[in-house]
């Protein structure tokens, strides 16, 4: 990864003043970020908070071999003085090679056991190394590290949780940012395939009801109690779930009716029906699934 100080001057200057030529066309904020790197380097090539920057900003852009050589420039002009492993690791996951970014959140959490962004890192590179125990110790210990965890990390604990056979657990993380957040969508539905998935087909169905109590529309989530009712085995509900769908929507005004996502439900709706026709209410399939 070694590379001589000018060369990686000369490459990192090329690259970025042909973005920054695009600055002007509206490329948004990476690359306007990039031209004013690119002005501030060739004022001061040797200033090392500059290269870390850029970095992190080609990281983030998925950059990771430019994001790697320009960490190793850090490390030439101030060894030691910047946070550099958090950044490889991120860039090596980011690379597909989890195990060169494990060892480098392993160097940082060493230091800064409290890390919660290394740890996030470091649960998904010893997941993709098959190491489950490890990984799930990493994203419990960055969820409890966070204060204010987005749906996006709690969605992705849970789901680490739930896969490695903690469905309960899972619940409970997600159970917990909501009480927080409110009922955010992609929550509950998280939530809901937890439960579904371990038969507590109760939880999940009082979760849909309380969706469509608030949703701005409705028929959405009668189409999803009528799929979870099938999924349980309650064909003869599921049935009436959704016939009462296909009732709703033919009494809508015209154009409501024949807005394209009412018509999808329908037609979704009257291929349930079809498809519950047949069965008897032990069958567990799931014969629709809008």
Known sequence: MAIAAPALLAMTASVLLVLSAGTALGHG????????????????PNDPALHFELADVNGQHGDWQM?????????????GKFPTSLLRGQAWLTGGQP???????????????????GR????????RLGDAAGSLA?????????????????????GALAAGGFPE?????????????????????????????????????????DLRKSAPRPEPWMARRASVLAQAGRIEES?????????????????ERGAHAMSKLAEDARHALASLANLTPSA???????
């Open 29 to 44: 904020g990476f690359h306007q970020r990039l031209a004013q790197l690119a002005v501030a380097l060739e004022k001061s």
């Open 284 to 290: 567990t399939s799931n014969p629709a699934k809008p």
């Open 239 to 255: 049935r009436a779930a959704w016939q009462a769908l296909v009732t709703h929507l033919e009494a809508l005004p015209n154009l």
């Open 99 to 117: 195990g060169k970014a494990k060892t480098a959140l392993d160097a940082l959490l060493a230091g800064q056991p409290e890390h919660a962004r």
């Open 120 to 127: 996030l890192l470091r649960a998904r590179a010893a997941q």
């Open 138 to 158: 990493d994203y419990r210990e960055a969820l409890r590290r966070t204060p204010a965890p987005d749906p996006d990390l709690l969605q992705e604990t849970a």
């Open 169 to 209: 657990e899972a619940v409970r993380v997600l159970a917990a940012g909501m009480e927080k957040l409110g009922p955010i969508p992609s929550l509950v539905l998280r939530a809901m395939e937890v439960e579904i998935a371990t038969g507590n087909f109760d939880a999940a169905l009082a979760r849909v009801e």
């Open 67 to 79: 994001a790697l050589l320009n960490l190793d420039r850090v490390e030439e002009l101030a060894p």
